[in-house]
Protein backbone atom coordinates (compact mmCIF):
# COMPACT_ATOMS: atom_id res chain seq x y z
CA UNK A 1 0.00 0.00 0.00
CA UNK A 2 1.29 3.71 -0.74
CA UNK A 3 1.62 6.72 1.71
CA UNK A 4 1.15 8.54 -0.59
CA UNK A 5 -2.48 9.41 -0.99
CA UNK A 6 -3.96 12.36 -0.07
CA UNK A 7 -6.55 13.35 2.35
CA UNK A 8 -9.77 14.28 0.37
CA UNK A 9 -11.91 15.87 2.85
CA UNK A 10 -13.32 18.90 0.86
CA UNK A 11 -12.93 20.77 4.13
CA UNK A 12 -9.38 21.42 5.82
CA UNK A 13 -9.14 18.64 8.01
CA UNK A 14 -6.92 16.34 7.43
CA UNK A 15 -6.88 12.62 7.79
CA UNK A 16 -5.14 11.70 10.95
CA UNK A 17 -1.95 10.25 10.18
CA UNK A 18 -2.65 6.53 10.44
CA UNK A 19 -1.30 4.01 7.75
CA UNK A 20 -2.63 3.99 4.07
CA UNK A 21 -2.72 0.32 4.59
CA UNK A 22 -5.57 -2.09 4.54
CA UNK A 23 -6.33 -2.33 7.95
CA UNK A 24 -6.81 -5.23 9.73
CA UNK A 25 -10.10 -7.25 8.98
CA UNK A 26 -12.51 -6.92 11.82
CA UNK A 27 -15.46 -8.43 9.38
CA UNK A 28 -15.50 -11.95 11.12
CA UNK A 29 -13.35 -11.53 14.25
CA UNK A 30 -15.59 -8.82 16.35
CA UNK A 31 -18.24 -9.57 17.37
CA UNK A 32 -21.32 -8.45 16.12
CA UNK A 33 -22.97 -6.58 19.10
CA UNK A 34 -19.28 -4.55 19.51
CA UNK A 35 -19.77 -3.80 15.92
CA UNK A 36 -23.35 -2.39 15.74
CA UNK A 37 -22.70 -0.16 18.88
CA UNK A 38 -19.71 1.19 16.73
CA UNK A 39 -22.00 1.28 13.53
CA UNK A 40 -24.88 3.30 15.24
CA UNK A 41 -23.24 6.09 17.71
CA UNK A 42 -22.01 8.05 15.39
CA UNK A 43 -25.37 7.67 13.13
CA UNK A 44 -27.72 9.71 16.03
CA UNK A 45 -25.37 12.08 15.84
CA UNK A 46 -25.02 12.95 12.17
CA UNK A 47 -28.73 12.22 11.31
CA UNK A 48 -29.63 15.45 11.68
CA UNK A 49 -26.48 17.35 10.30
CA UNK A 50 -25.41 15.50 7.46
CA UNK A 51 -21.96 16.23 8.99
CA UNK A 52 -19.74 13.34 9.97
CA UNK A 53 -17.97 12.80 13.23
CA UNK A 54 -14.61 13.84 13.33
CA UNK A 55 -13.55 10.80 15.95
CA UNK A 56 -14.20 8.45 12.42
CA UNK A 57 -12.19 8.05 9.84
CA UNK A 58 -12.98 6.43 6.68
CA UNK A 59 -10.67 4.50 3.84
CA UNK A 60 -12.24 3.06 0.82
CA UNK A 61 -10.25 0.08 -0.70
CA UNK A 62 -10.54 -0.08 -4.67
CA UNK A 63 -8.65 0.45 -7.90
CA UNK A 64 -7.60 3.31 -8.81
CA UNK A 65 -10.62 3.48 -11.10
CA UNK A 66 -13.92 5.57 -10.69
CA UNK A 67 -16.29 1.94 -11.06
CA UNK A 68 -17.83 0.81 -8.36
CA UNK A 69 -16.38 3.36 -5.73
CA UNK A 70 -17.64 6.13 -7.43
CA UNK A 71 -20.59 6.81 -5.60
CA UNK A 72 -18.90 5.91 -2.22
CA UNK A 73 -16.43 8.72 -3.12
CA UNK A 74 -18.85 11.10 -3.81
CA UNK A 75 -20.91 10.58 -0.66
CA UNK A 76 -17.58 10.31 1.22
CA UNK A 77 -16.69 13.93 0.04
CA UNK A 78 -20.24 15.73 0.42
CA UNK A 79 -20.29 14.55 3.81
CA UNK A 80 -17.69 16.21 5.41
CA UNK A 81 -16.36 13.55 6.40
CA UNK A 82 -12.24 12.37 7.49
CA UNK A 83 -11.30 10.21 4.59
CA UNK A 84 -9.21 8.70 1.82
CA UNK A 85 -8.58 6.40 -0.84
CA UNK A 86 -6.70 3.73 -0.83
CA UNK A 87 -5.33 1.29 -3.73
CA UNK A 88 -4.32 -2.20 -3.27
CA UNK A 89 -0.33 -2.41 -3.91
CA UNK A 90 -0.70 -6.10 -4.33
CA UNK A 91 -3.81 -7.58 -4.94
CA UNK A 92 -3.10 -10.88 -5.36
CA UNK A 93 -1.59 -11.32 -1.92
CA UNK A 94 -3.84 -8.35 -0.34
CA UNK A 95 -6.94 -10.34 -2.18
CA UNK A 96 -6.84 -13.34 0.56
CA UNK A 97 -6.62 -10.90 3.55
CA UNK A 98 -10.32 -9.39 2.63
CA UNK A 99 -13.88 -10.81 3.28
CA UNK A 100 -14.87 -11.94 -0.35
CA UNK A 101 -11.54 -11.19 -2.32
CA UNK A 102 -13.44 -8.30 -3.89
CA UNK A 103 -13.19 -4.77 -4.01
CA UNK A 104 -14.77 -1.92 -2.85
CA UNK A 105 -14.24 -2.31 0.72
CA UNK A 106 -15.13 0.21 3.45
CA UNK A 107 -13.15 0.81 6.65
CA UNK A 108 -14.39 3.08 9.35
CA UNK A 109 -12.24 3.42 12.09
CA UNK A 110 -13.55 5.07 15.12
CA UNK A 111 -9.89 6.95 16.71
CA UNK A 112 -11.33 6.95 19.99
CA UNK A 113 -11.72 3.19 20.77
CA UNK A 114 -9.43 2.16 17.63
CA UNK A 115 -12.10 -0.06 16.32
CA UNK A 116 -12.12 -0.92 12.58
CA UNK A 117 -15.34 -1.70 11.14
CA UNK A 118 -15.01 -3.41 7.53
CA UNK A 119 -17.48 -3.32 5.34
CA UNK A 120 -17.44 -5.28 1.75
CA UNK A 121 -20.09 -5.34 -1.20
CA UNK A 122 -20.62 -2.04 -3.20
CA UNK A 123 -23.92 -1.67 -2.61
CA UNK A 124 -24.08 -2.44 1.30
CA UNK A 125 -21.37 0.25 1.36
CA UNK A 126 -23.40 2.59 -0.84
CA UNK A 127 -26.64 2.28 1.49
CA UNK A 128 -24.84 2.03 4.85
CA UNK A 129 -22.87 5.89 4.11
CA UNK A 130 -26.59 6.70 2.81
CA UNK A 131 -27.97 5.96 6.03
CA UNK A 132 -25.21 7.74 7.86
CA UNK A 133 -24.90 10.92 5.90
CA UNK A 134 -29.10 11.43 5.32
CA UNK A 135 -29.02 10.54 1.98
CA UNK A 136 -31.27 7.74 2.42
CA UNK A 137 -34.63 9.86 3.01
CA UNK A 138 -36.52 10.83 5.94
CA UNK A 139 -39.41 8.30 6.00
CA UNK A 140 -40.16 4.67 4.73
CA UNK A 141 -41.44 6.36 1.20
CA UNK A 142 -38.65 8.94 0.84
CA UNK A 143 -36.87 6.23 1.41
CA UNK A 144 -38.32 3.91 -1.13
CA UNK A 145 -38.55 6.55 -3.23
CA UNK A 146 -34.87 7.21 -3.09
CA UNK A 147 -33.88 3.25 -3.55
CA UNK A 148 -36.00 2.89 -6.56
CA UNK A 149 -34.61 5.95 -8.36
CA UNK A 150 -30.75 4.20 -7.13
CA UNK A 151 -31.35 0.85 -8.52
CA UNK A 152 -32.71 1.98 -11.54
CA UNK A 153 -29.26 3.35 -12.63
CA UNK A 154 -27.15 0.81 -10.77
CA UNK A 155 -29.00 -1.48 -13.13
CA UNK A 156 -28.56 0.54 -16.33
CA UNK A 157 -25.18 1.08 -15.25
CA UNK A 158 -24.35 -2.50 -14.67
CA UNK A 159 -25.86 -3.48 -18.11
CA UNK A 160 -23.76 -1.14 -19.72
CA UNK A 161 -20.45 -3.17 -17.61
CA UNK A 162 -21.67 -6.51 -18.18
CA UNK A 163 -22.91 -6.76 -21.34
CA UNK A 164 -21.35 -3.62 -23.27
CA UNK A 165 -17.89 -3.21 -21.93
CA UNK A 166 -17.24 -7.11 -21.31
CA UNK A 167 -19.06 -8.04 -23.92
CA UNK A 168 -17.06 -10.33 -26.59
CA UNK A 169 -15.78 -8.46 -29.25
CA UNK A 170 -17.87 -9.92 -32.06
CA UNK A 171 -21.09 -9.06 -30.72
CA UNK A 172 -19.53 -5.89 -28.93
CA UNK A 173 -21.04 -2.90 -31.57
CA UNK A 174 -24.39 -5.08 -32.25
CA UNK A 175 -24.84 -5.07 -27.47
CA UNK A 176 -23.73 -1.19 -27.92
CA UNK A 177 -26.23 -0.58 -30.21
CA UNK A 178 -28.86 -2.09 -28.45
CA UNK A 179 -28.06 -0.46 -25.47
CA UNK A 180 -28.49 2.95 -26.89
CA UNK A 181 -31.30 2.35 -28.81
CA UNK A 182 -33.21 0.66 -26.24
CA UNK A 183 -31.80 0.72 -22.42
CA UNK A 184 -30.43 4.20 -22.12
CA UNK A 185 -33.97 5.88 -23.73
CA UNK A 186 -35.69 3.92 -21.32
CA UNK A 187 -33.79 4.83 -18.32
CA UNK A 188 -34.04 8.47 -19.40
CA UNK A 189 -37.83 8.56 -20.00
CA UNK A 190 -39.00 7.17 -16.82
CA UNK A 191 -36.19 9.53 -14.65
CA UNK A 192 -37.21 12.77 -16.87
CA UNK A 193 -40.95 11.68 -15.80
CA UNK A 194 -40.18 11.65 -12.21
CA UNK A 195 -37.74 14.26 -11.51
CA UNK A 196 -39.88 16.61 -13.97
CA UNK A 197 -43.00 16.12 -11.56
CA UNK A 198 -41.12 17.49 -8.70
CA UNK A 199 -41.52 19.86 -6.51
CA UNK A 200 -37.72 20.64 -5.89
CA UNK A 201 -36.02 20.96 -9.10
CA UNK A 202 -33.13 18.89 -8.38
CA UNK A 203 -33.94 16.20 -6.12
CA UNK A 204 -35.26 12.82 -6.85
CA UNK A 205 -37.45 13.19 -3.60
CA UNK A 206 -38.34 16.90 -1.21
CA UNK A 207 -35.22 19.08 -1.08
CA UNK A 208 -32.80 16.87 0.08
CA UNK A 209 -29.92 15.29 -1.85
CA UNK A 210 -30.33 11.42 -2.03
CA UNK A 211 -28.18 8.74 -3.00
CA UNK A 212 -30.49 8.51 -5.61
CA UNK A 213 -29.83 11.96 -7.27
CA UNK A 214 -26.01 11.07 -6.99
CA UNK A 215 -26.11 7.54 -8.35
CA UNK A 216 -27.38 9.22 -11.55
CA UNK A 217 -25.36 12.13 -12.05
CA UNK A 218 -23.08 9.41 -12.08
CA UNK A 219 -24.37 7.68 -14.46
CA UNK A 220 -25.04 10.39 -16.90
CA UNK A 221 -21.83 11.16 -16.42
CA UNK A 222 -20.62 8.17 -17.31
CA UNK A 223 -22.79 8.07 -20.64
CA UNK A 224 -21.86 11.13 -21.67
CA UNK A 225 -18.16 10.09 -21.96
CA UNK A 226 -19.77 7.48 -24.50
CA UNK A 227 -19.37 9.04 -27.99
CA UNK A 228 -22.91 6.73 -29.08
CA UNK A 229 -24.74 8.13 -26.15
CA UNK A 230 -24.08 11.30 -25.70
CA UNK A 231 -26.44 12.31 -28.28
CA UNK A 232 -29.44 11.39 -26.36
CA UNK A 233 -28.70 13.90 -23.80
CA UNK A 234 -28.41 17.72 -23.73
CA UNK A 235 -30.15 20.64 -21.43
CA UNK A 236 -33.57 20.64 -23.64
CA UNK A 237 -33.68 17.04 -24.68
CA UNK A 238 -33.29 15.52 -20.99
CA UNK A 239 -34.28 19.19 -19.02
CA UNK A 240 -34.49 17.43 -15.69
CA UNK A 241 -31.11 15.47 -15.30
CA UNK A 242 -29.41 17.85 -16.50
CA UNK A 243 -30.70 19.96 -14.05
CA UNK A 244 -30.03 17.03 -11.29
CA UNK A 245 -26.51 17.67 -12.61
CA UNK A 246 -26.63 21.13 -12.00
CA UNK A 247 -27.89 20.61 -8.51
CA UNK A 248 -24.97 18.20 -7.48
CA UNK A 249 -22.44 20.54 -8.88
CA UNK A 250 -23.73 23.60 -6.55
CA UNK A 251 -22.45 21.69 -3.60
CA UNK A 252 -18.88 23.35 -3.10
CA UNK A 253 -17.52 19.80 -1.42
CA UNK A 254 -18.55 18.10 -4.48
CA UNK A 255 -16.82 20.26 -6.45
CA UNK A 256 -14.31 20.52 -4.44
CA UNK A 257 -13.63 16.52 -4.93
CA UNK A 258 -14.30 16.70 -8.87
CA UNK A 259 -11.94 19.09 -9.55
CA UNK A 260 -9.49 17.56 -7.31
CA UNK A 261 -5.84 16.05 -8.62
CA UNK A 262 -6.69 12.39 -6.54
CA UNK A 263 -10.17 12.19 -8.69
CA UNK A 264 -8.31 13.79 -12.21
CA UNK A 265 -5.61 10.76 -11.37
CA UNK A 266 -8.44 8.09 -11.02
CA UNK A 267 -10.14 9.75 -14.05
CA UNK A 268 -6.73 9.02 -16.26
CA UNK A 269 -6.39 5.53 -15.15
CA UNK A 270 -10.37 4.94 -15.79
CA UNK A 271 -10.07 6.16 -19.06
CA UNK A 272 -7.20 4.03 -19.84
CA UNK A 273 -8.85 0.76 -18.55
CA UNK A 274 -12.25 1.89 -20.64
CA UNK A 275 -9.72 2.19 -23.75
CA UNK A 276 -8.86 -1.81 -23.10
CA UNK A 277 -11.82 -2.75 -22.81
CA UNK A 278 -13.59 -0.69 -25.59
CA UNK A 279 -11.12 -2.73 -28.06
N1 LIG B 1 -20.59 -7.77 -5.69
C1 LIG B 1 -19.35 -7.07 -5.55
C2 LIG B 1 -18.58 -7.16 -6.82
C3 LIG B 1 -17.23 -6.50 -6.67
C4 LIG B 1 -16.29 -6.76 -7.83
O1 LIG B 1 -16.61 -7.47 -8.79
N2 LIG B 1 -15.10 -6.15 -7.71
C5 LIG B 1 -14.06 -6.32 -8.70
C6 LIG B 1 -13.66 -4.95 -9.24
S1 LIG B 1 -15.01 -4.12 -10.02
C7 LIG B 1 -12.83 -6.90 -8.03
O2 LIG B 1 -12.60 -6.72 -6.85
N3 LIG B 1 -12.00 -7.59 -8.81
C8 LIG B 1 -10.76 -8.13 -8.33
C9 LIG B 1 -10.78 -9.62 -8.20
O3 LIG B 1 -11.76 -10.27 -8.62
O4 LIG B 1 -9.79 -10.16 -7.70
C10 LIG B 1 -19.63 -5.60 -5.16
O5 LIG B 1 -20.66 -5.06 -5.60
O6 LIG B 1 -18.85 -5.03 -4.41
Redo the contacts with the bound molecule.
Keep these: MSDTTTPLSAATAKVPVVSSSIPVSTFTSVSSPTLAAAATAPLQEQDQHHEASKDVVYKILY?KLH??AATTRIMLALSGALWESIYPQD?ANE?HETP?????ILYETHLSSNLTLEV????AIERYLARKFGFWGRDAWEETAIHVFYCSSKSVLSLYVNKVLLAFPDTKSRELAKFVEKEVPAWIVQHEKWLGRSQTPGFYVGNQLSIADIHSVVCLDRFLTIPECKELFSPEKTPNLFKLKHNLESYPRYTAWMTSPEFEAINISTRQRLAVLKG
Design positions: FGMWKFGLMPPESE
